[in-house]
């Protein structure tokens, strides 16, 4: 009775689960206390369902339920079978104007015979007159189907907290991509600008002599530049990381032309030389002149005929394509598949500062290997000396964080740089993320349109490369914590289903006897105690 009475004026909430399913964030707390209209969330996860699926079906319901006490947020579930036609061709349309479409889900029953059941694992949010799609469920290659939705079932309050953010915030943090060196040109970063486009205004320009001229962006993305930089971009760009900027880059340590490798068959190999080296080395990283070889990596389509009228055409490892391994510890890399890294080099930490934290986000297999430029990149040369591939876990890309030294410390400013003020030595604590691949953002072109980033036409798969950088950027403008949302973990705990499967008979006997049994006993204990008391 005293508990009931306190409840009334103070509110608490004890979750006793082992992975804490019902404890939210206080970043999503804080978000849900700062709306002021309701959320409408409708769920389409509904129907003719296996278990993983109502496991995630009922994990988002369990979380919408638990965000609607400190938020107000309604939630229905709608089962798209029981739809009208039109109103199910309605919402195949709705979906496939944000590029998703219903998931076919193959089972097999116990008679052999094969099922298809189409899901659609997506949320709706609607706020005041604004609505966003949300996908619940995750797919990373190679994982089993209870792993992608084990990690579905953790990104769940990501996710929905993400969406949340997106349609409450009023002002959009502002990202440059940077031009002026060579650096991609917009129709091969367009599939990275629409996925960014969802969480910032995106802008393109090169750096002018005003020294202030990217103070107004969140961060600055430069996106494999070929060209080198003055002394005057240096300086801007180091200034506007002292003031707490934010920056990215992606960065080739060689240069070669893939459009002479495909034409020719040979490209030479040479060191890629922007002038950023001083610059790298002074914040503790180097990107080194090499080119990286992995034994996992994209296969690619060799004619072995002899005959030159019928090609016939087989896989084979090219081991300059790495696939890289993700680091499941940072938010950036976690839950993500591997990243497609044509041509990328190495990175070396140097220094010794205890003012910045390092942090390696990719990096390649346990059987790798480094060519250092000049070198050449010959196609009739696909097989390698695999007994050189010895090297494990090179660093490919990596997250920096912390005060950075300036580069321009006990130097003048640049002649042609107009700056008031004295130099800034030393950085407020902010971030960087260094890629040694220029190639991780770029999208190809078929006929014309731009294909996502990360996918390979050949073997038509689709790799984590988008995913990756728009993480990073997120990371990089985060403000309030909310990407680290994606260190939630949740333990998977799976059936042995060989064992089910030869003791089936013995559990349906227990299951169905030993709740009988028990009820049974409770019964004759009643009844003998009843007779024990109340017999004269």
């Not at 689960?17 to 019902?22: M, S």
């Not at 107000?72 to 709608?78: E, F, L, M, S």
């Not at 709705?94 to 298809?116: F, H, I, K, N, S």
């Not at 992606?250 to 950023?276: K, Q, Y």
């Amino acid at each position: 009775m005293l508990a009931n009475v306190l409840a009334q004026w103070f509110f608490f909430r004890i979750d006793l689960t082992e992975d804490k399913r019902y404890s939210l964030s206080e970043t999503t707390k804080a978000m849900l206390r700062g709306t002021t209209q309701p959320v409408e969330a409708t769920l389409y996860l509904a129907g003719g369902l296996n278990s993983g699926f109502l496991r995630l079906q009922r994990s988002t319901r369990e979380l919408l339920a638990e965000m609607a006490v400190y938020g107000p947020i309604r939630c229905q579930v709608v089962n798209p079978a029981r739809l009208t036609d039109n109103e199910q061709q309605a919402l195949q349309q709705q979906l496939a104007a944000q590029g998703l479409a219903p998931t076919a889900v193959y089972e097999t029953d116990r008679q052999g015979r094969q099922m298809q059941t189409l899901v659609y694992p997506y949320a709706h949010l609607q706020y005041g007159n604004s609505g966003i799609w949300v996908s619940l469920l995750q797919n990373r290659r190679g994982a089993s189907g209870a792993e992608n939705l084990n990690s579905s079932v953790e990104g769940l309050e990501y996710a929905m907290t993400e969406a949340l953010h997106e349609l409450t915030t009023e002002q959009r943090p502002r990202i440059a991509f940077l031009e002026g060196h060579g650096e991609l040109p917009e129709q091969n970063m367009a599939d990275i600008e629409k996925a960014i486009a969802r969480h910032a205004d995106i802008y393109r320009g090169s750096i002018t002599p005003d020294a202030a001229c990217l103070d107004d962006f969140a961060a600055v993305v430069i996106a494999d530049p070929q060209l080198p930089f003055s002394e005057h971009d240096k300086f801007v760009l180091d200034q506007y990381l002292m003031q707490g900027g934010k920056l990215l880059w992606c960065l080739n340590g060689v240069r070669f032309s893939a459009e002479v490798l495909s034409e020719e068959g040979f490209t030479p190999v040479l060191p890629l030389d922007l002038h950023l080296t001083d610059m790298l080395f002074r914040y503790g990283v180097r990107i080194n002149p090499h080119i990286v070889q992995d034994r996992q990596c994209l296969p690619v389509p060799v004619d072995v005929s002899r005959d030159p009228e019928r090609p016939q055409w087989q896989p084979m490892p090219w081991y300059y394509n790495p696939l890289l391994l993700t680091n499941s510890e940072s938010p950036v890399t976690r839950n993500l598949t591997q990243v497609s890294a044509p041509f990328s080099s190495d990175i070396d930490f140097v220094g010794e500062d205890d003012n910045i934290g390092k942090t390696v986000l990719l990096a390649t297999s346990d059987a790798s290997h480094i060519i250092a430029a000049p070198a050449e990149v010959n196609l009739g040369d696909l097989k390698a000396d695999l007994s050189r591939f010895t090297l494990a876990h090179i660093p490919v890309a990596v997250a920096l964080e912390g005060v950075f030294p300036s580069l321009f410390t006990h130097r003048m400013v640049p002649a042609q740089t107009k700056h008031q003020g004295d130099i800034k030595q030393s950085s407020v604590p902010t971030r960087q993320v260094v890629v040694a691949a220029g190639s991780i953002p770029r999208n190809e072109l078929q006929q014309g349109q731009p294909l996502p980033a990360g996918y390979d036409r050949y073997s038509r798969m689709q790799f984590g490369n988008r995913d990756f950088i728009v993480n990073a950027l997120l990371w990089l403008t985060d403000e309030n914590g909310l990407l680290d949302l994606r260190r939630k973990t949740m333990p998977l705990r799976l059936l042995n289903d060989k064992r089910m499967t030869e003791r089936l008979t013995l559990y349906c006997v227990c299951s169905t006897l030993i709740p009988l049994l028990l009820l049974g006993l409770t019964a004759f204990a009643v009844l003998f105690i009843r007779r024990k008391r109340y017999t004269l």
